[in-house]
Every structure is written in C-alpha cells, then in structure tokens.
C-alpha cells in the first residue's frame, strides 16, 4: 500500500477543523490540524507534509501571512497550499495568489471537491 498524503489543516474553528478531518481523514489521508497560522509554523518546523489547506481568518497570524512565510524558505516553496475561506472576492483569491496560494476553495466546502483538489495538487 502506498504511503497516504500527509494533510495540515489550519483553522481556528474547531468544529470546521473537525469536519475536515472527517472528509480527509476518511479518504485515508493523514491529517494534522493547526488552530492558527502560528500553531502551523511551529507544527511544520518538526514535521513533513504534503499538502497544506488554510484558512484567511484566523487570529495571531492569518491565512495570507502563512502562506507568505511557508514561501519565504525553500523547505515548502514548492508545497501546495490550498485556501478554504467563506470569501470570495476576486481582491482576496488575487492576494491569496500572490502569496504563494496554490488553489482557492470556498466555505461550505463540498468534500468530494475538497478530496479532488487535493489529490490534484498532491500527485
């Protein structure tokens, strides 16, 4: 069997952590949870991953200042980071690009599409 994709979700609401855990988790990805960009960074530093999925909103460091550290070191330049937001605005999926964002998914999120982008990124 091969090695199932190592997911990291960062959000600060436990129950949408806990929704995305069931819908990764029960396509047999492996998933860790961050409650804030902060928690993420701190949790990457000791571990490897696949893929990252976060949130815009959050507080201590948000979505945008996530992405933009990932992307400042090499480790996870190449890392793909997926957005799960409830916005939809052009100016934020634009920031979120220029950040370094490899895709956009918006809040409710279905979870056959969020299972599909990520295995689109993650192969």
Do not use: C
Not at 10 to 17: A, F, G, K, Q
Not at 40 to 64: K, S
Not at 89 to 100: F, Y
């Amino acid at each position: 069997m091969s090695k199932s994709t190592r997911i990291l979700t960062v959000d600060d609401s436990p129950s949408m952590r806990a929704l995305l855990n069931h819908a990764l988790a029960g396509h047999g990805f492996d998933v860790s949870q961050a409650e804030d960009g902060i928690a993420a960074l701190d949790w990457l530093a000791m571990n490897e991953v696949d893929v990252v999925i976060t949130d815009i909103n959050m507080p201590r460091l948000d979505g945008f200042g996530l992405i933009e550290r990932l992307r400042e070191g090499s480790r996870h330049r190449d890392r793909p980071i997926l957005v799960l937001t409830t916005e939809s605005s052009d100016e934020k999926k634009a920031r979120a690009r220029a950040a370094g964002a490899t895709g956009w998914i918006v809040k409710p999120f279905d979870p056959e599409k969020l299972v599909a982008a990520v295995r689109r990124v993650s192969h």
